[in-house]
């Protein structure tokens, strides 16, 4: 047999081995460093309580035989899917019915499997810097052309962010079929406001395009003007689906549990220029290829969308933010020039001369004992800056700040 030859133009992922890598041989090399882990992509806090109760009684449901569940839709549960529908959509006068609603086994592979049900031809534009997943899978797809020699690839439209732009993606002026486009951002913490959103969603209309909008870090978007939904923009039904997780609001990251909403008023062309539904295509693909996200995963999910559960989402974005609000505030007072951090746990620093962005990782190491992740890792508009996050402890935020201080 032949291989897929598009793995073989994918360069290895050197970021976060290469950061462990350093971070390790520092430490070899000075015994007892007691180095903060600032470049930590993993939420920190446990599981609310009401989701542990939810999944210890969905366990005993699997104990009796008049309880036992099975193979479950492959949609997700209906009961989940309206929780979701009410809470996360009608209740902010957004039009999203249950039957919209895909359940999943986290965003990225969605983010991954949605390649499925566009042409193999597509062009797809996506942020510089950016989320690594959004490449590699366009890559992996035969999507992405020939690497060229500046490491772009040649049939991607680089939507460049910069300090000059916010880090928000404008609208290019070539076409494309597909958008990724990621608000609150990972890794720059920028939000697009709901201007920048409409001329997203005006260029897909006049270009027939595609947005498939990841909204992770949503529930961390705390300024009411900001939109947290791609639906809150008129007629971005018509355009866009949107990704989320349970992972960064909930702390699911090791339990598996997100969502797709792909509407039915949404539609493609094939070939022969008919219009077809892109909610019947994602169906006959999850119906294919996926088999439901776990009964016991989905009762705790639910959980989350009660009185109490919603409490919890709220004390541990909160939590998060804090952290996040120290780091920006401290870098700011120390001189450094910073992005994000209001509204998402990424803090984006640059450094204070010129730095590249591996060589600000190692003053951070080596001066103040604090781990970042180095900014060029998430693309080559990234360079000269690192990332931060708001997720370790408030202790040790407040600790490593201090140094800085
Ligand atoms: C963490 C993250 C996700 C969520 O991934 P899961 O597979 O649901 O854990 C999606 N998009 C971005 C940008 C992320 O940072």
Not at 51 to 77: C, K, L, W
Not at 147 to 153: A, C, E, K, R, S
Not at 363 to 379: A, D, H, Q, R, W
Request: charged share 25%.
């Amino acid at each position: 047999m032949r291989i897929n030859d598009n793995f073989e133009k994918l360069p290895e992922s050197y970021l976060f081995s290469e950061v462990a890598r350093k971070l390790a041989a520092y430490k070899s090399e000075h015994l007892g460093a007691d180095v903060i882990r600032m470049d930590i992509g993993d939420v920190t806090l446990p599981i609310a309580p009401c989701v542990i109760e939810a999944m210890h009684r969905a366990v005993n449901d699997m104990a009796g035989s008049d309880t036992f569940h099975g193979y479950g839709p492959e949609q997700g549960y209906l009961s989940l899917r309206e929780a979701i529908a009410v809470v996360d959509y009608r209740k902010r006068g957004i039009d999203i019915d249950a039957d919209d609603i895909f359940i999943s086994d986290g965003a990225k592979c969605d983010l991954g499997n949605l390649g499925d049900i566009y042409s193999s031809d597509s062009i797809v534009a996506l942020a510089d810097p950016g989320y690594p997943v959004y490449v590699d899978t366009t890559v992996m797809s035969g999507r992405a052309g020939e690497m060229l020699p500046d490491g772009h690839w040649s049939n991607i439209v680089y939507l460049d962010c910069n300090a000059g732009n916010g880090f928000k993606p404008a609208v290019p002026e070539t076409h494309a079929d597909v958008i990724i486009l990621c608000s609150p951002s990972n890794p720059t913490g920028a939000v697009m406001t709901r201007e920048e959103l409409e001329n997203w969603v005006d260029y897909a209309l006049r270009e027939k395009a595609l947005i498939i909008f990841d909204s992770a870090y949503e529930a961390f978007v705390r300024n009411p003007e900001l939109p947290r939904s791609i639906y809150e923009i008129k007629d971005a039904d018509k355009v866009a689906i949107e990704v989320r997780s349970f992972s960064k609001t909930a702390g699911f990251t090791g339990l598996r549990c997100g969502y797709t909403v792909v509407p039915k008023t949404l539609f493609g062309a094939d070939s022969e220029g008919r219009q077809v539904s892109l909610h019947k295509l994602w169906n006959r693909r999850q119906s294919t290829k996926f088999n439901g996200a776990s009964y016991i995963v989905q009762r705790g999910a639910e959980a989350l969308y009660t009185p109490e559960g919603r409490e919890s989402v709220a004390r541990h974005i909160d939590y998060y933010l804090e952290n996040a609000r120290t780091i920006r505030g401290c870098m700011q007072q120390a001189g450094y020039t910073v992005f994000g951090g209001d509204d998402s746990p990424y803090v984006w620093v640059r450094g204070k001369n010129g730095e590249t962005s591996w060589e600000l990782f190692r003053i951070m190491l080596e001066k103040y004992n604090i781990s970042s992740t180095p900014g060029v890792g998430f693309g080559s508009q990234g360079e000269g800056y690192i990332r931060l996050t708001g997720f370790n402890s408030r202790e040790n935020t407040i600790r490593a700040m201090d140094r800085i201080k």
